[in-house]
């Protein structure tokens, strides 16, 4: 059975980057032609998509933080990470990572979502 | 970005009743890519519907989709306690992919 789990830090000082990573146990990212996603949930509020990552690594970033976004791939660790710089309390929130139903394709919902990670940015 | 908005904001049931939720989308969705989550508090959100009307694998038959275009609604048909949560609606046929603002289903 599939599943993620995200991990990294859970306070991060304004101004500097965000760091986590999806770990994918019970499959193989590179056998599977999945876009892997990140989403965030601002506390009591809704849903955010980040961007996705395909298994040979192109990438769809939503255009509100493509500038400070990077989301990669490691395959030979079946992995996926995020990072975000420059980061400011807006972007405190619980992040989830996500496979879609569909392989291969951006144009899917997810059916297999992370427990998820909170991180608060302060100094 | 398509702006979608979803009604009412709180819906007061009680077990056994009938909900509809209502998502609307500022333009058209792409080949019906709308889809409906579930959820609870401190939990991640567990998928429902795609394709606007394709349940989701395990999800039980009193949950339904339907609507095209920019008019989409999820139907609960006999409200189970388990079922009172949040719902997001999403669509994913444009990037960036984005969501409902959300409806509450309480307990009335």
């Known amino acids: 059975q599939l599943q993620l789990q995200e991990s990294g830090p859970g306070l991060v000082k304004p101004s500097e980057t965000l760091s986590l990573t999806c770990t994918v146990s019970g499959g193989s990212i590179g056998s599977n032609s999945y876009y892997w996603g990140w989403i965030r949930q601002p506390p009591g509020k809704g849903l955010e998509w980040i961007g996705s990552?395909?298994?040979?690594?192109?990438?769809y970033y939503n255009p509100s933080l493509r500038s400070r976004l990077t989301i990669s791939v490691d395959t030979s660790k079946n992995q996926f990470s995020l990072k975000l710089s420059s980061v400011t309390a807006a972007d405190t929130a619980v992040y989830y990572c996500a496979r879609p139903v569909e392989m291969a394709t951006i144009w899917s919902a997810c059916d297999i979502w992370g427990q998820g990670t909170m991180v608060t940015v302060s100094s | 970005e398509i702006v979608l908005t979803q009604s009412p904001g709180t819906l007061s049931l009680s077990p056994g009743e009938r909900a509809t939720l209502s998502c609307r989308a500022s333009?058209?969705?792409?080949?019906?890519?709308l889809a409906w989550y579930q959820q609870k508090p401190g939990q991640a959100p567990r998928l429902l519907i795609y394709g606007a009307s394709s349940r989701a694998t395990g999800i039980p038959d009193r949950f339904s989709g339907s609507g095209s275009g920019t008019d989409f609604t999820l139907t609960i048909s006999r409200l189970e306690p388990e079922d009172f949560a949040v719902y997001y609606c999403q669509q994913y046929g444009t990037t960036p992919l984005t969501f409902g603002q959300g409806t509450k289903v309480e307990i009335k």
């Open positions: 333009q058209s969705v792409s080949s019906s890519y």
């Open positions: 990552v395909y298994y040979g690594g192109s990438t």
